[in-house]
Nanobody, 124 residues
Framework: QVQLAESGGGLVQAGGSLRLSCAAS????????VGWFRQAPGKEREVVGA?????????YIADSVKGRFTISRDNTKNTVYLQMNSLKLEDTAVYYC????????????????WGQGTQVTVSS
């Protein structure tokens, strides 16, 4: 049983930055891979990126955000971060984090645990 809570969303101007946090409950956070997903109005949910369990040296970043977004984790704080730079209007979406002990289940959108989401709105 893992509970996830996203925070850090809000309204930001195009070209600006936000850092989203995904805070997890439990004492075995380092055994979970964590992914970030987003869903814009009228669009399918898409994977933004993911980070492997443990030290988190391995990450996956979607082509649509590569070079602008990065994922990191701090296991001492049970938290995974999504740093978003050079934000564009098309980044507007609800952002979700998800966790699973099996990395492919995270990247495929089949993770066992999901947060409630946080709204990111990019304005011109």
């Amino acid at each position: 049983q893992v509970q996830l809570a996203e925070s850090g969303g809000g309204l930001v101007q195009a070209g600006g930055s936000l850092r989203l946090s995904c805070a997890a409950s439990g004492r075995t956070f380092d055994s979970y891979a964590v992914g970030w997903f987003r869903q814009a109005p009228g669009k399918e949910r898409e994977v933004v990126g993911a980070i492997i369990k443990g030290s988190g040296y391995g990450t996956y970043i979607a082509d649509s955000v590569k070079g602008r977004f990065t994922i990191s984790r701090d296991n001492t704080k049970n938290t995974v971060y999504l740093q978003m730079n050079s934000l564009k209007l098309e980044d507007t979406a609800v952002y979700y984090c998800a966790a699973d002990q099996v990395f492919p289940r995270v990247t495929s959108g089949r993770a066992a645990y999901w947060g409630q989401g946080t709204q990111v709105t990019v304005s011109s």
